[in-house]
């Protein structure tokens, strides 16, 4: 019987799953990175739990078919490469995919978290089922990833889908990429949390936020509620330029519910091609389990390319 390990490999968190063939959890493995110990010490880290894995899949007489990786950095997924990583030295262009590969007899791929993301929510989660998808993770950052006619899109430079550096408003805050005014500069978890303290003078997290506004404060509504405004006008843009069936939003604001979805809904339309104003948005449904399940729907995938 056929099996499949599904690697998220996170900033701060691994998590490794064995599936059989129909991508069901069987087994999994996770533990906090020795990010301060560089590349070598997390590659040994991944090592050690595969081994446990490929273990666990003879015992049960399982033949592993395939080892899929999320990445939480930019990576190169036709060379299996990884390009370099915001947390840990030692990835610049390190092969990651044939690493595996050659240490476990076993073909390897890798995409980014938010590809990844979308894999996952893609066949396990809130868009089974679909052939066209807009994925959009909101957490300390944005990112994305768009499913067409049943495809993952690349686009040169793996860049598709980089909905959280489309500028949104000329000349507004710094963003990560050194640019003003990005969607993930006025929408992203660490956008809501300095909006808050401006409008508050109180440092608060982005998940004490959510919560406050749920609750009622006027402040955290307000601060949630211009974050849905930025949120609407970054999906109405990407739903006009690829007309998905669903729009898929993951991450920590994935999981706001009514207070970040109502506002965000109402809103869409005005940014939104009047045709697909009904567009469905909706909230991810694996969770956290987005990067380990999507990781295994990507070694799915490739080992039943025909
Ligand atoms: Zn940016």
């Known amino acids: 019987m056929t099996a499949y390990i599904g690697i998220d490999k996170g900033g701060t968190r691994h998590t490794l799953a064995l599936a059989d063939g129909a991508g069901t959890v069987m087994d999994r493995r996770q533990y906090a990175a020795a990010r301060a110990a560089g ?56 092969p990651l995919a044939r690493v595996l590969a050659e240490g476990f007899g076993v073909p390897a791929w890798l995409e980014n978290d938010a590809n990844v993301g979308a894999l996952g929510e893609w066949r396990f989660g809130a868009g089974r089922g679909c052939q066209d998808l807009f994925y959009i993770n909101v957490g300390t950052g944005i990112g994305g990833g768009v499913i067409a006619n049943g495809r993952l899109v690349h686009g040169v430079m793996n860049l598709a889908g980089e909905i959280g550096h489309m500028t949104v408003q000329p000349g507004g805050p710094l963003c990560t990429c050194g640019r003003h005014g990005c969607l993930e500069s006025l929408a992203s978890g660490s956008a809501i949390e300095r909006q808050y303290r401006e409008r508050s003078g109180t440092a608060r997290s982005g998940r004490e936020i959510l919560a406050l506004a749920a609750a009622g404060d ?47 809904r109402r809103r869409l339309p005005d940014y939104v091609i009047p045709q697909r104003r009904e567009v469905r948005v909706v909230p991810a449904a694996l969770g956290y389990d987005a990067g380990v399940r999507g990781a295994i729907a990507l070694a799915m995938d490739h080992t039943a390319a025909p």
């Open 39 to 94: 590349a070598q010490a997390e590659i040994a880290q991944l090592r050690a739990a595969l081994t446990e894995l490929f273990a666990v899949a003879a015992a049960r007489g399982l033949e592993v078919a395939g080892i899929g990786v999320s990445f939480g950095g930019p990576v190169d997924p036709a060379s299996g490469e990884v390009l370099m990583s915001h947390h840990v030295a030692g990835w610049e262009h390190l």
């Open 218 to 264: 006027p402040v955290a509504r307000e601060t949630v509620s211009a974050t849905a405004d930025w949120l609407a006008l970054g999906i109405g843009a990407a739903v006009s330029l690829f007309s998905p069936e669903l729009v898929v939003v993951g991450g920590g604001l994935g999981e706001a519910g009514p207070v970040l979805f109502e506002p965000l």
